[in-house]
């Protein structure tokens, strides 16, 4: 298995172009279930969770290829379509769980295997199933399989209320409600810069929905839609991550396509730490201002508040912040796992159920220490480029789901960082 190996050195300067969002594209590749015609992506990121994803479109019958080195996602729904999402692929990926809206209204029935707990939390689909069953779904959990029918073939338009606004059962909902007999409302919906583009892409595609961005969302059902052309958004969770290697490190960087507006909390507290950020034409460019970051409380929010999907990374910087620091994960239960393996490179971090106290230290060392998840795999490295020495990162498998050509873009920017092939 490949691991990461940095050395940890100076600041960073340079320009870093940030890619398109990961969890825009893992929902909009889905909506293509909704049409017969083509639906075409621009600006797709490069990782293996969208190769994931295309296996799984695939497997439902769908045509996907990619165009311009990955770049572009060109997708086609136009034949038989199966409404069997199994178990060997949906268990690779949570974000698989979003055919489960699409299926049903295109088929009326799908087959969906439940997508399974992972490292950061249980992460169950009661909000998607009850989301769906508003809209007249009939679900029941057969085998593992989510068995999902709709009486009378076509879901019809309701209001529903989500006891907390899960991102990808509102997305479920969105693209259910899409193409349902009459107007449906979602409120308590998720406002992340990923519905919102969802919804673009929707509407590109002949939909009719308002409010997204906000917690309540109308979308007047339509009969069908049609084909798109539409430009994945900006990756705020590694536009995030990347910012935080100047402010670690030191040094100026230029987040490339970097907007405020995707990540105005997070700066907010970089702000307090002591890190300038500044937005112009070109994007976001990120400066620390004193020798060493001061330290902050962070709580993870549903957007627009702190992303729970920045944490790990955050507390990487805070780990030499000049103070103590209290990160409250609220998002998910178990996100804490790379604080054991920060606390190998000197990090001195206490975890007490959904709180974390970081006491800042003067230097991180290097060490070997091994990825849990995505954003904890890609925080090590953060904490590395910082560290006295080698740090090397096993099990970046979770890395390369999340993040295209990291040691490339790093090294762009003087990070010492390679790959090794194992
Ligand atoms: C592909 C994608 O876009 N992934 C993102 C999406 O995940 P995802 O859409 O899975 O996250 P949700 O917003 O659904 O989950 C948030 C919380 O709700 C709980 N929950 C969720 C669904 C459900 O049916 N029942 C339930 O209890 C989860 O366990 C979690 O505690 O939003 C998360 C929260 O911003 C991000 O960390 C993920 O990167
Ligand atoms: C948790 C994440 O992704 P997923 O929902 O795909 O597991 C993430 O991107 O940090």
Redesign the pocket.
């Known amino acids: 298995m490949d691991s990461i190996l940095v050395r940890g050195g100076g600041p960073l300067n340079g320009d870093i172009e940030i890619a398109g969002a990961?969890?825009a594209c893992?929902t909009l590749m889905p909506a293509t279930l909704l049409s017969e015609e083509p639906l075409t992506l621009t600006n797709a990121p490069r990782l293996s969770?969208i190769k994931t994803m295309t296996a799984l479109l695939t497997s439902l019958g769908a045509e996907v290829s990619s165009l311009q080195e990955g770049k572009v996602q060109a997708m086609s729904s136009h034949g038989d379509i199966s409404p069997l999402a199994d178990y060997e692929i949906v268990r690779k990926?949570?974000?698989s769980n979003l055919v489960l809206g699409p299926l049903l209204a295109r088929l009326g029935h799908a087959v969906v295997s439940l997508p399974g707990g992972?490292a950061?939390g249980a992460r169950p689909m009661d909000l998607h199933t009850t989301a769906l069953e508003a809209l007249g779904a009939e679900i029941e959990l057969k085998d593992g399989y989510l068995h999902a029918k709709v009486k009378g073939g076509r879901l019809k338009g309701a209001v529903h209320k989500m006891r907390f606004p899960s991102v990808g059962a509102t997305e479920n909902f969105l693209m259910a409600a899409s193409l349902a007999k009459g107007t449906s409302v979602l409120e308590n919906a998720a406002r992340e810069p990923e519905i919102i583009d969802l919804a673009d892409c929707l509407r590109a595609m002949g939909a009719q929905i308002e409010g997204d961005g906000t917690s309540r969302i109308e979308i007047q059902g339509v009969d069908r839609l049609h084909g798109a052309t539409h430009p994945v958004v900006t990756d705020r969770?590694e536009l995030g991550t990347f910012m935080l290697a100047p402010a670690i490190c030191g040094g100026e960087v230029t987040c490339l396509g970097g907007k405020l507006r995707l990540v105005e909390s997070f700066v907010e507290k970089l702000n307090l730490a002591g890190i300038d950020v500044q937005e112009n034409a070109r994007g976001l460019t990120v400066k620390r201002t004193g020798d060493r970051v001061k330290a902050v409380d962070v709580v993870t929010e549903p957007f627009p508040g702190f992303p729970t999907?920045l944490q790990a990374q955050m507390m990487a910087l805070l780990c030499t912040a000049e103070g103590t620091s209290e990160l409250e994960e609220t998002i998910f239960e178990n996100r804490f796992m790379h604080a054991p393996e920060l606390i190998r490179m000197g990090a001195n971090i206490e975890v007490h159920g959904g709180k974390a106290i970081v006491r800042g230290v003067d230097k991180l060392k290097g060490a070997q220490v091994m990825a849990t998840?995505?954003?904890a795999s890609v925080s090590m490295i953060l904490a590395g480029l910082a560290a006295e020495g080698e740090t090397v990162v096993s099990r970046i498998y979770h890395l390369d789901r999340?993040y295209e050509f990291v040691e490339r873009k790093l090294s762009g920017i003087g990070a010492h960082i390679e790959r090794i092939q194992g």
């Open positions: 990961k969890n893992l969770d990926m949570r974000a992972c950061i969770i999907d998840d995505l954003r999340g």
